[in-house]
């Protein structure tokens, strides 16, 4: 964005609306020293397990409060055209595109994964966190590291394709 790498994701999403937390969820997170603003990516898993106690403190709230019992749905009407929409997935922000025909089919789809966007925050997470981690040590060591921060973003990228092979060049 504007040239600079941007983060997408549970940690951006929890700094962004940790003051819409309820109350009970504020006080657990700060019983355990969690404060915000943190731009620890090695906390990133920590910002999906503060998501998950959300969504069970909303699934309880909902399934209490909200009746359902008069719903009416009505019904789906076909005609062609685009839609374009964005929708907040677990790894980050997850854009669509479609091209529906009259029937309703799709003739087109472009997604743009969160994976994709957060590319060049990864690479700059990369260099820098290897940097202080230290290229002196193991090969072994380095390549753990950087997967671990790979995953940090994206906890199915390296599991799901192998991906990494690490070469040290010294000036």
């Known amino acids: ?11 951006a999403r929890v700094n962004l609306n940790f003051d819409q937390l309820p109350s009970k969820i504020h006080a657990t ?9 943190n731009h620890n990516m090695f906390d990133n898993m920590v910002a999906r397990a503060i998501e998950l106690l959300y969504a069970l403190h909303e699934s309880k709230r909902i399934i209490e409060t909200v009746d359902l019992t008069h719903t009416q749905v009505d019904p ?7 839609a374009i929409g964005c929708t907040e ?12 025909d009259k029937a ?4 087109q789809a ?22 202080a981690f230290g290229l002196t040590r193991p090969t072994k060591d380095i390549k753990q590291y950087a997967e671990q921060m790979i995953r940090n973003y994206d906890p199915c990228i390296s599991c799901a394709t192998h991906f990494l092979k690490l070469n040290i060049e010294y000036d």
């Not at 997935?89 to 529906?100: M, N, T, V």
């Open 104 to 107: 309703g089919y799709i003739e």
């Open 1 to 11: 964005m504007k040239g600079q790498p941007y983060l997408l994701g549970p940690l």
């Open 110 to 131: 472009k997604l743009v994964p969160p994976t994709s966007q957060n590319q060049a925050h990864i690479e700059h997470s990369l260099i820098t966190g290897l940097t």
């Open 89 to 100: 997935a677990p790894r980050g922000l997850l854009w669509h595109r479609y091209e529906i």
């Open 76 to 82: 789906i009407e076909f005609k062609a055209g685009t």
């Open 29 to 37: 997170l700060a019983q355990h020293g969690y404060t915000v603003p």
